[in-house]
Nanobody
Framework: QVQLVESGGGLVQAGRSLRLSCAASGRTFSSYLMGWFRQAPGKEREFVATISGSNGNTRYADSVKGRFTISRDNTKNTVYLQMNSLKPEDTAVYYC????????????????????WGQGTQVTVSS
């Protein structure tokens, strides 16, 4: 069982930056593929970024590519989402997710491919 706790959300002006963190419980963090998803009001939850467990493979949604960076520190059991050049359309609840079903170098972008979810953190970008 893995517990995930997100932090770092808030209200920010367009063009500014935020860094989200997701702290995971457990002793085998490096075996977990990690992902960030988001859900805007009235919309379905969507994929944002993913990072593999051990070799740093990453994948991004086209809407955030070049602006967001996912990273992880396996010594701190934490995954990060650095969000730069934020836009009002980035406003959403951001969720951290984890799974160890796919091996240490895989990346995954669909909700059903993840087993554990955090409670979410609100990001609001004003214009």
């Amino acid at each position: 069982q893995v517990q995930l706790v997100e932090s770092g959300g808030g209200l920010v002006q367009a063009g500014r930056s935020l860094r989200l963190s997701c702290a995971a419980s457990g002793r085998t963090f490096s075996s977990y593929l990690m992902g960030w998803f988001r859900q805007a009001p009235g919309k379905e939850r969507e994929f944002v970024a993913t990072i593999s467990g051990s070799n740093g493979n990453t994948r991004y949604a086209d809407s955030v590519k070049g602006r967001f960076t996912i990273s992880r520190d396996n010594t701190k059991n934490t995954v990060y989402l650095q969000m730069n050049s934020l836009k009002p359309e980035d406003t959403a609840v951001y969720y951290c997710a984890a799974t160890n079903r796919w091996g240490p170098i895989a990346t995954r972008s669909r909700e059903f491919e993840y087993d554990y979810w955090g409670q979410g953190t609100q990001v609001t970008v004003s214009s």
